[in-house]
């Protein structure tokens, strides 16, 4: 069973006292460290004897953790007290099955009570598993503050991005809700790219991501920052841009240099793959606004 699939069956058990430590816990983990037992009692009003009852439960149930004198969340603390949200917000009502199980996220199917499908994706960046150059950046930045923090802000940050796209497009998926390290996003179907599926129209369908970067750039001001055929999804027919945690503003310092990045990123698949041929800098122009077509 999966920390997520653990955390959806613990989470009718918890009883109001646990709750209120787990929140005691983040609050101060998020801000000055890990709390120890005193602390504890005075964040969450609950006197002494009734943390050390909730933290010895939480600590069976594997959603806290002793570090020194104090405690920590695990993943599972985490993602319990998101689902708890979502649950809470009638946003979600079930968790389905794993869609995928990434470097730095998985991600779940969750369903609402009206029958919509959702994907959930639960960040569970580490230290390791930083691949791109811009999160190599980020990891820097980000290196003495906890798994926590980065995990959330991951979370944070691809909704805002998200958000600054919606109705743009139905190719850049809705971002619902945020909470904690997740964030719960509308399900768009397909598959990667990288897979390379049969395309309805292969010479157009360059042609129609360039375009879709080029919204994302003109009228977002948004550069993905780590596209690649492994971030855009496709049913054939249709393409969508996924996974944009790292996205940065069009007027970032290196900007440009993210935006050509993604280009020759995907400019080189498409020649690699389908054998489709356009030259970066044209599709960068393109992308920019600095042309107003590919030829
Ligand atoms: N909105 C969505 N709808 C359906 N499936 C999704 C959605 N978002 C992500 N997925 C699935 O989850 C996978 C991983 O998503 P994403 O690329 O955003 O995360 P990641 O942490 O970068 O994962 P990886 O390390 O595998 O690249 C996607 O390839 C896709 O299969
Ligand atoms: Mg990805």
Same mark, same amino acid.
Do not use: C
């Given at each position: 069973?999966?920390?997520?699939?653990?955390?959806?069956?613990?989470?009718?058990?918890?009883?109001?006292?646990?709750?209120?430590?787990?929140?005691?816990?983040?609050?101060?983990?998020?801000?000055?460290?890990?709390?120890?037992?005193?602390?504890? !009692?005075?964040?969450?009003?609950?006197?002494?004897?009734?943390?050390?009852?909730?933290?010895?439960?939480?600590?069976?149930?594997?959603?806290?953790?002793?570090?020194?004198?104090?405690?920590?969340?695990?993943?599972?603390?985490?993602?319990?007290?998101?689902?708890?949200?979502?649950?809470?917000?009638?946003?979600?009502?079930?968790?389905?099955?794993?869609?995928?199980?990434?470097?730095?996220?998985?991600?779940?199917?969750?369903?609402?009570?009206?029958?919509?499908?959702?994907?959930?994706?639960?960040?569970?960046?580490?230290?390791?598993?930083?691949?791109?150059?811009?999160?190599?950046?980020?990891?820097?930045?980000?290196?003495?503050? !906890?798994?926590?923090?980065?995990?959330?802000?991951?979370?944070?940050?691809?909704?805002?991005?998200?958000?600054?796209?919606?109705?743009?497009?139905?190719?850049?998926?809705?971002?619902?809700?945020?909470?904690?390290?997740?964030?719960?996003?509308?399900?768009?179907?397909?598959?990667?790219?990288?897979?390379?599926?049969?395309?309805?129209?292969? !010479?157009?369908?360059?042609?129609?991501?360039?375009?879709? =970067?080029?919204?994302?750039?003109?009228?977002?001001?948004?550069?993905?920052?780590?596209?690649?055929?492994?971030?855009?999804?496709?049913?054939?027919?249709?393409?969508?841009?996924?996974?944009?945690?790292?996205?940065?503003?069009?007027?970032?310092?290196?900007?440009?240099?993210?935006? =050509?990045?993604?280009?020759?990123?995907?400019? !080189?698949?498409?020649?690699?793959?389908?054998?489709?041929?356009?030259?970066?800098?044209?599709?960068?122009?393109?992308?920019?606004?600095?042309?107003?077509?590919?030829?």
């Amino acid at each position: 069973m999966s920390t997520t699939e653990k955390a959806a069956r613990v989470l009718k058990s918890l009883k109001d006292e646990e709750w209120r430590t787990l929140a005691g816990v983040e609050r101060a983990s998020t801000g000055y460290g890990t709390p120890d037992a005193g602390r504890l !009692s005075r964040m969450s009003r609950l006197p002494p004897e009734r943390v050390s009852f909730a933290t010895g439960d939480l600590e069976r149930k594997g959603l806290l953790t002793r570090k020194g004198q104090g405690f920590a969340l695990t993943r599972e603390g985490v993602e319990v007290m998101a689902l708890k949200d979502y649950v809470k917000k009638d946003l979600i009502f079930a968790l389905g099955a794993i869609i995928a199980k990434g470097k730095e996220s998985d991600v779940y199917e969750a369903l609402s009570e009206e029958g919509s499908a959702y994907a959930l994706k639960l960040y569970k960046i580490g230290r390791t598993s930083f691949t791109s150059v811009r999160k190599k950046r980020a990891r820097e930045d980000a290196a003495f503050r !906890s798994w926590m923090t980065a995990n959330y802000e991951a979370a944070r940050r691809e909704y805002h991005a998200l958000r600054k796209l919606e109705g743009l497009s139905p190719s850049f998926p809705r971002a619902v809700a945020y909470s904690r390290s997740t964030v719960l996003l509308e399900e768009v179907s397909g598959v990667r790219l990288s897979q390379r599926p049969g395309l309805e129209d292969q !010479s157009g369908a360059l042609g129609v991501i360039l375009g879709l =970067m080029r919204t994302a750039y003109m009228v977002a001001g948004l550069v993905n920052a780590d596209l690649s055929e492994y971030n855009i999804l496709t049913d054939g027919a249709s393409f969508w841009l996924i996974d944009w945690p790292q996205a940065v503003d069009a007027s970032h310092p290196n900007g440009n240099e993210l935006l =050509m990045h993604d280009v020759k990123s995907v400019t !080189s698949f498409f020649r690699r793959a389908y054998g489709i041929t356009v030259d970066p800098q044209k599709g960068f122009d393109y992308v920019t606004g600095r042309s107003q077509a590919l030829e």
